[in-house]
């Protein structure tokens, strides 16, 4: 069945730093890609989204681009803030399967320390 | 624009006890969905609801679990009798319509079996 395989945490980084969490998925059909956060104490929140090969999602300085080739979408930041410290979820959509629930990688957690 | 409510936020129960939770979707979504997330992990689909219709709840425990969306709004999900390894945060999601990637996530309900 659809999976998704994402890093796993704890990412700790200074701020100002470059992010990237690495997210690979396996579908049978043509799925959508998201990329959910976390914040403490708050539900998820849609980060960025994809919903076809070469997209580019783009959210708050995230980018993540649709990787067919390589069944990838890989989440990056050019410089991390506090702010930013989460938990980070890869997760998928195929439009192929009877319903359209999401189905969510394991999470990775980023701490970013001023 | 309200968004997904949940209630109640925290329950503690012992095992072999029943237990409900409460989701009332953002107004006018007609897709619902109810998640399942273990500590560590990520989310896990128990039941979608298009209206008041079920489309998916193949990864629901039938035996213990049931849920219901009776005027298509609001959705109820019940424990009986619950077992240790049912503590998790319980989520619940609702989207415009099934098609459409975009789920909005409520809160959660953390669940602590003892």
């Known amino acids: 069945g659809d999976s998704v395989t994402q890093m796993e945490g704890p990412v700790t980084l200074s701020e100002e730093a470059f992010l990237t969490i690495n997210c690979t998925y396996t579908a049978t059909g043509y799925p959508s890609l998201f990329w959910y956060v976390q914040y403490p104490g708050e539900g998820l929140q849609l980060l960025l989204k994809?919903?076809?090969?070469?997209d580019k999602g783009s959210n708050k300085g995230f980018e993540a681009t649709y990787r067919k080739e390589t069944t990838s979408f890989h989440l990056e930041k050019g410089s991390v803030q506090v702010s930013d410290s989460a938990v980070y979820f890869c997760?998928?959509?195929?439009?192929?399967?009877?319903?359209?629930?999401?189905?969510f990688g394991k999470g990775t957690t980023l701490s970013v320390s001023s | 624009e309200a968004g997904v409510a949940q209630s109640p936020r925290y329950k503690i129960i012992e095992k072999r006890q029943s237990v409900a939770f409460w989701c009332n979707p953002i107004?006018?979504?007609?897709?619902l969905y109810w998640y399942q997330q273990i500590l560590g992990q990520g989310p896990k689909l128990l039941i979608q609801?298009?209206?008041?219709?079920?489309?998916?709840d193949s990864q629901l425990p039938k035996d213990r679990f049931s849920a219901e969306r009776l005027k298509g709004v609001d959705s109820t999900l019940k424990i009986q009798p619950a077992k240790l390894e049912d503590s998790a945060v319980y989520l619940c999601?609702?989207?415009?319509?099934?098609?459409?990637?975009?789920?909005?996530f409520g809160p959660g309900t953390r669940l602590t079996v003892l």
């Open positions: 994809a919903t076809k090969a070469d």
């Open positions: 609801f298009q209206n008041n219709g079920v489309v998916d």
């Open positions: 997760a998928l959509s195929d439009s192929n399967q009877a319903g359209t629930a999401l189905i």
């Open positions: 107004s006018g979504h007609a897709t």
């Open positions: 999601a609702s989207s415009l319509e099934q098609l459409t990637d975009t789920q909005y």
